[in-house]
Every structure is written in C-alpha cells, then in structure tokens.
C-alpha cells in the first residue's frame, strides 16, 4: 500500500496536507501532514468541490449587463442569470470597461476591493497581484485596515507606535509555558480561529501550547460569554460577562489597583506617558463617576467582590493579559485593546517572561509561534498614485454617498464616486454587515468585475466572473513567519479546462492595456519564483541553516526552519532602557494618555481609555429585542471559504448555519435542538437551526459567520437569508470616528421558532447559465 508520505503536498490557510489521487487524476483524499501533529480537518472540505458543481469552469457575464451594458437590465445583481463567454471576449469586454471607466472618469472611480485570503502562496496572492496590476494601469481607490481588527490596527499604532510590529511578534508560548502563572483571556482563546494563519499553515501550535501551559501549571480564565471560547481541557474559570462591557470590568480592575496601592508606579513612570490623564477618568474626577468595582458590576454582570478578588491575584501572580481580535469587532472598539495595554501596564509586568499582555493568542496560528522571525520577499505591488481611500468596512457608506465627508484617525476625508469594482479574493457578501444595505449599495456601481472558484454570493452578484485557480492547481511558495516549514506547494490537480491563475488573467489584461513587460517584467511563473526564493534566502543569510534554493526545496518538498533556542519576550529590551530602545509613538513610551488622538476633539474617542455605552446590548432597551447575539468565526471553515465543503455541510442543522440557545431562553420560546428558528431584528432576518447548550450564558446566542448568502426577498422589501448569515442582523456603523472599523458583535436580535416549513436552502446552487441575444455596445 502507498504511504501518504509519498504523495506530493499542498497548503492552505488552514493547513499543509499529502494530496491522494483517483485513477482519472482527480483528488480523492487529503492526508495530514507528517510533521502537524494537530492537522485541521477543514481541508477535508475541499476535495468533494474541487471539481463539483459550484466549480466556475469558464468566463461568465451577467445576463442583463451582456444584453444591455453597463448597469443595464431588469433583473438585479444576485438574481441574474449569466451567460458563458471565451477568453478572449471576456478579456475584451473587461479591458473595455477598464478604459472606459478610466477614460470617461477617471482612476479615482474604480475600487479594487481584494481582500486576502485567496492563496497561502507567496506568489499567487491575489490581492497582491491585483494591486500590482490596478497600479500599471494608473491607480485605484483602496481601502485600509481589516475586517478582523481594524480599531484594534489604529489604536495600537497611536498607544505603542507600530501594529504591524507588534501584531505578530507577541510574547512566545514558551515563556508562557516556562514563566506564566495566571492568563486572563478577555474574549478567550477560540482554538477553532487558531486553525487558520496568514500564509499557509505547515505545524499547528495553538492547542499543544495551551495544554503544555495547563500541565506547567498556568491558571487560565476564560472572561467571555461563551464558554466554549477556552478549551475544556484548561479547566478554565469561566467569568460570564454581559456582551459589550469588557472595557468596563478592566476599569473596575483598574480601580481595584489604584484604590489598593497595587499598581506599579515606577513601570508607569519610567515606561508610559499620560498616566494622570486616565487616572483622573478613573476616579472620577471629571464626571464625579469612579470606576470602581461596584461600578463595574452594574455594567458587566460580574459580582463586585469577584472583580476586586480577579484583581488582587493579578498583582500577586506572574500575568499574562490577552485580548481576543473579536474584542476590536464591537462599537468603540478602539477600547478594549487600549484599555488591556493600560491594565498590562498597572500590573507592571510588561517585557518580563510570562508576564505583560498579548493581543490575539490563537486568533490565528502565527500568534505567539517560537520560530525565527523570516523576512519574506513578495512581488512589489508598485505605486498606487490615486490617494483616495476608504476605511475597509464603509464600503456601503462609500457606494451610497459618493462626495459625501467622513473622519478617519484625526482627518477628514471624503468618499469617491465609484463606477466600476474590481474584486480579486474575498468575499464582501462575507465580511461585511448590514447585507440589506450592501446589496442596495450594490447595485450602485456600473461594473463589478469578480475572480472567483465557485458561485458563491460574490460572484453571484457581480457583472462579469474570470474563474480562477485553487491552491492544488498551481505550485507557489509557503513561507510564513514564525512556522517552523517552508513548502513547496506542489501544482497536485490540473485545474478545470478554461481556468487560469490570476498572474496569466492579469497578464492578459496587462497585454491587451498596452502594460505586460511592466507587470511581468518578463517573466514567467517559473520565474517569478525563483526570484522570490532568492531574495527571501538573501534577506535571511542569519539562520542556522541557509535557506534551500528553490531546486533543492523541490527535491526536499519541504525545510524545516530551527526556531531560537530562547523564549521571546515582546517590549523586553524596551522594559530594560526605555532610552535606548524607544517605541515609535510621539513620546517615545507607551501612551496610556494621547496627545495626538486628544488633539483630534472626538467625542468618541477620548485621548485615554474609556468606556462608552454601546447603542446596542443588553444593558439598554431590550424590550424588542431581548438578545445579544455574538457572530464569532466559524469552525468548520476559514470565514466562508469551503461553507459548500463536505466538513462544513455535516455540521449544518436542517442545512443551516446552527445558533447556540441557552436553555432557559429556548425555554421560553418553545425551541429545542433541532428546530429551526428565525433569528430577526429592524435590519433583516435568517433561518438557523438550534443547538441548545448552557455554553453560552443566559441573554447570549451565538451564530458564526461564514454560511453562504441565500436571500429570500420578504415583504417589507429585505431579505431574509435562508441558510443563516448573521450579517444580514449586524449594524453597518464605524466603532467610532478614529478608526471607523466594524462592529458586528454590537447586535441585538429575537429569536422565534419557524413553524412554517423552512425553504429550500440554495446558497450552494449555481445560478441559471443562459444563451444571450447580442453584445453591448463598445
């Protein structure tokens, strides 16, 4: 019998695997990865699709915009029908579109709105090579910031100068496991979100590390609504707090520590500025509130008496204080992160082994990773001469008010008028909140243009699909910093007949716009990566072993890269000199009180941490809606990616997303597990299937995101989504006017049980392929 370790390997965000196939040369199973010993079983996903019927096999244009250009038709995004076309007509009609855009409006009316997540590969990363192509044809509109942390991306390049710096390069697990005897994790430790990494996955980590810090003896709490977000085997203290009021348990904390003469007064003076500003907020002194214990209680749910004890234990242990990526994902959502820094920083413990705080541990695998820091090389994306931007989650703001003003970090923009979107990786109908509105704002623009795998929601919605290739079906490079393996990502499967990769559309496109050697540089994909492999083994000539060529990567499939023999410690060199190692904020320390952001007179976002009343959650008006409902990410794929899988759809209830129900609140509605529900609030409606558990406190549902959408006009003119996408129930509002990220956990729905019999779910069919009548007009 074949070994699996015989078979050639692929990677993908969640994971490397051995790929097995068929006699007709078709994948038929994936094997882990010899070296994972915690493999993801989302991969399995994939395999039953690769070749399925959701698979876009060649260019599709939709129905109306083919019959009658741009914007035309009656029949509206997401319900059309399409029509198949050649290469060479679809490459036609988009160079076109691309000129005529250009031409009639200017480059400031196209937004190329990639966002990551489309390859594990250093090459074919399709925001990369999007924006390098929007780049050699003058320009585009882009957006900044993520959908995962954007709040958290700003308010840490005010308070410790550079989020990218500090995101990925967090205190080690290892000097967790070594030194760490109490880790509070505010939002959890969700080890379903540590499947995934950014680059491709060759050795999970997460949970190994987490059980290595149980046996070691670390007391983990779990401060969450959901208890599920720290695995069962750390016997974490589970502290149930009520959804949205985090920020006020840290100051009840905060205030424990000051009133106790516990806080570090000498790490506070020689380490952080603007420490009298919060002081004053915290006791009161301006609005005659202290933020006390008491205080605290009111907002959080939590005992006064367990918060002040939670406190004491904090400056009598060795700490370490995590913040979960969710926490940035609700209204003010600058707050949590900010307010974490500051508490971190009272403890005293910041830059000591075990000790300090972490922003993420097992938000993603990258997080908390011993391995050696590798400078990667990519292909540049050039310059991007257009300056207008729009913070990445006001897409609709921007679609449906075109000129119109907004604030972001302290300045004031406005947003562009846009006419044609390119879209190359992602899936906005995923990220994005408040689905009713978007596909209002929608159906604003001219011209979508889409690649896509599979007739998912994007591509549904778009005016003209170029089918793209899926990991398996082209060879790239796995180099992740901190995993311990570099992959040859093998090319196992041909792709579909009429499927290209993105670098040959792009190369087309470049071609037929007059561009191809200034996007190719003359060269192949062959080449482009061996030139990647040669400059990231140039930027790294300080590693034990050199980095393979690309040739001996080849032979080898895999390199396994030894991490430092010493725990990394994050801000240890800036603890002990503070001069000599000085962060980049204004000050030169950690800013607990901004200057800059108090500079910006917000009335959201004060220049220290502070606590503001969400609009929605469960400690204001809940006569309509009585629950808060949390939509985390999922376990059984990466946001959307392989909901149509195999893995994904045996998880489904009644072929939808389930919604976890306390039981006294099932009670009182008559559901139990195994019904369907409508879950429902102003703003639109879902069906879900229910899993009744006393894993999430009483008040709480919670329902992940990543079902595909599948409306169902009503009649008040929403959509209800019949397969349980809970961002047609989430508000489409910035967290606030300095970052202006999401804030979909600030929800508030009802749940009833659906005594009608449910519709056929369809998220998962492709839509009606038709014949056309003629071309639009040049």
């Given at each position: 019998?074949?070994?699996?370790?015989?078979?050639?390997?692929?990677?993908?965000?969640?994971?490397?695997?051995r790929?097995e196939?068929?006699?007709?040369?078709?994948?038929?199973?994936?094997h882990?990865?010899?070296?994972?010993?915690?493999p993801?079983?989302?991969?399995?996903?994939?395999?039953?699709?690769?070749?399925?019927?959701t698979?876009i096999?060649?260019?599709?244009?939709r129905k109306?915009?083919m019959?009658?250009?741009?914007?035309?038709g009656?029949?509206?995004?997401?319900?059309?029908?399409f029509?198949?076309?050649?290469?060479?007509?679809?490459?036609?009609l988009?160079?076109r579109?691309?000129?005529?855009?250009?031409?009639?409006?200017?480059?400031?009316?196209i937004?190329?709105?990639?966002y990551?997540?489309?390859?594990?590969?250093?090459?074919?990363h399709?925001?990369?090579?999007?924006k390098?192509?929007?780049n050699?044809?003058?320009?585009?509109?882009?957006?900044v910031?993520?959908?995962?942390?954007?709040?958290?991306?700003?308010?840490?390049?005010?308070?410790?100068?550079?989020?990218?710096?500090?995101i990925?390069?967090q205190?080690?697990?290892?000097s967790?496991?070594?030194?760490?005897?109490?880790?509070?994790?505010?939002?959890g430790?969700?080890?379903?979100?540590?499947?995934?990494?950014?680059?491709g996955?060759?050795?999970h980590?997460?949970a190994?590390?987490?059980?290595?810090a149980?046996?070691?003896?670390?007391?983990?709490?779990n401060?969450?609504?959901?208890?599920?977000?720290?695995?069962?085997?750390?016997d974490?203290?589970?502290?149930?707090?009520?959804?949205?009021s985090?920020?006020?348990?840290?100051?009840?904390?905060?205030?424990?520590?000051?009133?106790?003469?516990?806080?570090?007064?000498?790490?506070?003076?020689?380490?952080?500025?603007?420490?009298d500003?919060?002081?004053?907020?915290?006791?009161?002194?301006?609005d005659?509130?202290?933020?006390?214990?008491?205080?605290?209680?009111?907002?959080?749910?939590?005992?006064?008496q367990?918060?002040?004890?939670?406190?004491?234990?904090?400056?009598?242990?060795?700490?370490?204080?995590?913040a979960?990526?969710?926490?940035?994902?609700?209204?003010?959502?600058?707050q949590p992160?900010?307010?974490?820094?500051?508490?971190?920083?009272?403890?005293g413990?910041?830059g000591?082994s075990g000790?300090?705080?972490?922003l993420?541990y097992?938000a993603v695998?990258?997080?908390?990773?011993?391995?050696?820091?590798?400078k990667?090389a990519?292909m540049?994306?050039?310059?991007?001469?257009?300056?207008s931007?729009?913070?990445v989650?006001?897409?609709?703001?921007?679609?449906?008010n075109?000129?119109?003003e907004f604030?972001?970090?302290?300045a004031?923009?406005?947003?562009?008028?846009?006419?044609?979107?390119y879209?190359?990786g992602?899936?906005?109908?995923?990220?994005?909140?408040?689905l009713?509105?978007l596909?209002?704002?929608?159906?604003?623009?001219?011209?979508?243009?889409?690649?896509?795998?599979?007739?998912?929601?994007?591509?549904?919605?778009?005016?003209?699909?170029?089918p793209?290739?899926?990991?398996p079906?082209?060879?790239?490079?796995?180099?992740?910093?901190?995993?311990?393996y570099?992959?040859w990502m093998?090319?196992v499967?041909e792709?579909?007949?009429?499927?290209?990769?993105?670098?040959?559309?792009?190369?087309?496109?470049?071609?037929?716009?007059?561009?191809?050697?200034?996007f190719?540089?003359g060269?192949?994909q062959q080449?482009?990566?061996e030139?990647?492999?040669?400059?990231?083994r140039?930027?790294n000539?300080?590693?034990?072993?050199?980095?393979f060529?690309?040739?001996e990567?080849?032979?080898?499939?895999?390199?396994?890269?030894?991490?430092?023999?010493?725990?990394f410690?994050?801000?240890?060199?800036?603890?002990?000199?503070?001069?000599?190692?000085p962060l980049?904020?204004?000050?030169?320390?950690?800013?607990?009180?901004?200057?800059?952001?108090?500079?910006?007179?917000l009335t959201?976002?004060?220049?220290?941490?502070a606590?503001?009343?969400?609009?929605?959650?469960?400690?204001?008006?809940?006569?309509?809606?009585?629950?808060?409902?949390l939509?985390?990410?999922?376990?059984?794929?990466l946001?959307?990616?392989?909901?149509h899988?195999?893995?994904s759809?045996?998880?489904?209830?009644?072929?939808?997303?389930?919604?976890?129900?306390?039981?006294?609140?099932?009670?009182?509605r008559?559901?139990?597990?195994?019904?369907?529900?409508?879950?429902?609030?102003?703003?639109?409606?879902?069906?879900?299937?229910?899993i009744?558990s006393?894993?999430?406190?009483?008040?709480?549902?919670?329902?992940?995101?990543?079902?595909?959408?599948?409306?169902?006009k009503?009649a008040?003119?929403n959509?209800?989504?019949?397969?349980?996408?809970?961002?047609?129930?989430?508000?489409?509002?910035g967290?606030?006017?300095?970052?202006?990220g999401?804030?979909?956990?600030?929800?508030?729905?009802?749940?009833s049980?659906?005594?009608?019999?449910p519709?056929?779910?369809?998220?998962?069919?492709?839509?009606?392929?038709?014949?056309v009548?003629?071309?639009?007009?040049?």
């Open positions: 019998m074949t070994s699996p370790k015989t078979f050639p390997l692929t990677s993908f965000h969640w994971g490397t695997y790929a196939l068929d006699g007709q040369g078709k994948l038929s199973k994936l882990d990865f010899e070296h994972d010993d915690d993801s079983p989302i991969g399995a996903g994939i395999v039953d699709v690769l070749d399925g019927p698979r096999t060649q260019p599709m244009v109306g915009w019959e009658n250009g741009p914007q035309a009656d029949t509206p995004r997401g319900e059309d029908s029509v198949p076309v050649s290469w060479d007509t679809a490459i036609d988009v160079a579109e691309l000129q005529r855009v250009k031409k009639n409006y200017s480059n400031e009316a937004y190329a709105g990639s990551g997540w489309a390859s594990a590969g250093r090459f074919h399709a925001q990369g090579q999007l390098r192509f929007m050699g044809m003058g320009g585009f509109v882009r957006s910031n993520s959908y995962s942390l954007a709040a958290g991306e700003v308010i840490v390049d005010h308070v410790l100068g550079n989020y990218n710096e500090m990925y390069r205190t080690s697990w290892q967790i496991i070594d030194d760490t005897e109490l880790f509070v994790a505010f939002g430790l969700p080890l379903k979100n540590g499947q995934i990494g950014q680059g996955v060759g050795r980590r997460q190994e590390a987490m059980q290595q149980r046996d070691a003896g670390v007391k983990f709490v401060v969450s609504p959901i208890r599920a977000d720290v695995t069962g085997d750390l974490a203290d589970w502290i149930a707090l009520r959804p949205g985090d920020v006020a348990f840290m100051l009840g904390l905060a205030h424990t520590l000051v009133s106790k003469n516990l806080h570090a007064r000498d790490f506070l003076e020689r380490c952080t500025v603007g420490f500003q919060f002081h004053a907020y915290l006791l009161g002194e301006n005659g509130q202290p933020k006390s214990a008491a205080w605290a209680a009111e907002k959080s749910g939590i005992p006064a367990q918060i002040i004890d939670l406190a004491h234990q904090m400056c009598s242990k060795r700490t370490m204080l995590s979960s990526w969710s926490l940035t994902r609700q209204e003010h959502g600058e992160f900010w307010m974490l820094i500051t508490l971190a920083a009272m403890v413990q910041i000591l000790g300090g705080f972490g993420g097992s695998n990258n997080i908390g990773l011993e391995g050696k820091d590798i990667l990519a540049s994306q050039g310059h991007n001469p257009v300056d931007f729009i913070p989650a006001r897409i609709s703001d921007m679609l449906l075109p000129g119109t604030s972001y970090n302290g004031q923009y406005s947003y562009p008028d846009i006419k044609l979107i879209w190359a992602g899936n906005p109908f995923h990220h994005h909140q408040d009713n509105r596909r209002k704002a929608w159906a604003k623009p001219e011209t979508i243009i889409a690649h896509e795998w599979c007739w998912n929601s994007h591509a549904k919605h778009a005016d003209i699909v170029l793209c290739t899926t990991p079906e082209r060879e790239d490079l796995l180099l992740n910093p901190r995993d311990p570099q992959i093998q090319k499967v792709p579909p007949k009429g499927v290209l990769d993105d670098f040959e559309i792009f190369r087309m496109l470049a071609a037929k716009l007059g561009f191809e050697e200034a190719t540089e060269r192949t080449e482009w990566l030139v990647l492999q040669d400059r990231s140039a930027m000539t300080d590693l034990e072993e050199p980095m060529k690309l040739s990567l080849k032979d080898a499939e895999y390199q396994h890269i030894a991490p430092p023999q010493d725990a410690i994050m801000l240890a060199d800036y603890r002990r000199n503070p001069e000599a190692h980049k904020t204004p000050s030169g320390k950690i800013e607990i009180g901004s200057r800059t952001i108090a500079g910006y007179n959201d976002c004060y220049g220290h941490p606590w503001f009343e969400p609009q929605e959650w469960l400690g204001g008006d809940t006569s309509r809606h009585p629950l808060h409902i939509s985390n990410q999922p376990k059984t794929k946001h959307s990616q392989l909901d899988g195999s893995y759809r045996q998880h489904k209830i009644s072929e939808r997303e389930p919604l976890t129900m306390h039981p006294d609140d099932a009670a009182r008559g559901v139990q597990s195994g019904d369907v529900v409508k879950v429902h609030n102003d703003r639109g409606a879902c069906l879900c299937g229910v009744v006393s894993e999430v406190m009483p008040g709480v549902v919670q329902l992940s995101t990543g079902a595909w959408y599948d409306p169902e009503g008040d003119g959509a209800m989504c019949k397969h349980g996408n809970p961002n047609v129930l989430t508000l489409d509002r967290t606030s006017t300095l970052a202006q999401p804030i979909a956990h600030s929800c508030l729905v009802e749940v049980l659906f005594t009608d019999t519709p056929k779910v369809t998220a998962h069919q492709p839509p009606e392929i038709c014949a009548n003629k071309r639009p007009d040049s």
